[in-house]
């Protein structure tokens, strides 16, 4: 059975820095085609911040993340990372970790839909 399990997430002031983990269990890291943060804050839609291809190591930005945001792995930990610098509070959301094993993603990396496996999320809240 998949488990993703998000951490790291906190109270930050404008301008500061968190790590989003995600540790995946239950089938083989190697399983995973491409694993992503997702992020939905209170009345506003779920949306892609960032995705990573597992095997080619192919990442996506969100266009209101780049260059702020890194997203990373560890194959041996079996972990997922998001590295989030220069937050400001339009960066307040729960954060997911997302994680698809069909390989049906294809190029709609930011369709939430087309990962059939979530985390519970980590609130991630950025004080003015």
């Known amino acids: 059975q998949v488990q993703l399990v998000e951490s790291g997430g906190g109270s930050v002031q404008a301008g500061g820095s968190l790590r989003l983990s995600c540790a995946a269990s239950?089938?083989?890291?190697?399983?995973?085609?491409?694993m992503g943060w997702f992020r939905q804050a209170p009345g506003k839609a779920r949306e892609a911040v960032a995705t990573?291809?597992?095997?080619?190591?192919?990442?996506h930005y969100a266009d209101s993340v780049k260059g702020r945001f890194t997203i990373s792995q560890d194959n041996a930990k079996n972990t997922l990372y998001l590295q989030m610098s220069g937050l400001n509070p339009e960066d307040t959301a729960m954060y997911y970790c997302?994680?698809?094993?069909?390989?049906?993603?294809?190029?709609?990396?930011?369709?939430?839909?087309?990962?059939?496996?979530w985390g519970q999320g980590t609130q991630v809240t950025v004080s003015s």
């Open positions: 239950g089938v083989p890291y190697s399983s995973y085609s491409i």
């Open positions: 997302a994680a698809d094993l069909s390989g049906r993603v294809g190029r709609w990396w930011n369709d939430g839909a087309r990962y059939n496996y």
């Open positions: 990573i291809w597992r095997h080619a190591g192919t990442t």
